[in-house]
């Protein structure tokens, strides 16, 4: 079902919409709405992974040291912990040293980043990265 369009009148300062043109531009976006839009839309996901409650959905991913097996162990030990957040995990092995793992996740927020922050914390982890989207209900 195609959404309402609403047209509304925005004042900017003439800086901050000539960085913006220069950056849709670079970008190859067609039109200045289209650029608009998604920088809403992106407001509106950063607002509500600050926000505590509610359902979230991420990824979350990192890389660590193969031959620390104690590690291996205690990360699964922690998915086994969320699996009420965890809904798939992708494991790749990327050379004789490093793997990489791949978590989606969905629910709140604070349960999102608590995983991340234990994965963080476990020696052997090299690097987390969660990234943060929205079930894309209002996108
Ligand atoms: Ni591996």
Redesign the pocket.
Known sequence: MAQEITRIGVSLPENLLQRFDEIISDRGYSTRSEGIRDAVRNYIVDYEWTEEEGELVGVVTYIYD?HQRVLEEGLTDLQHSYINVIVSSV???LDEEN?LETLIVRGDSKSIRGLADSIMSMRGVKHVKLIGTSTGKLL
């Open positions: 193969h494991h790749v092995h793997c």
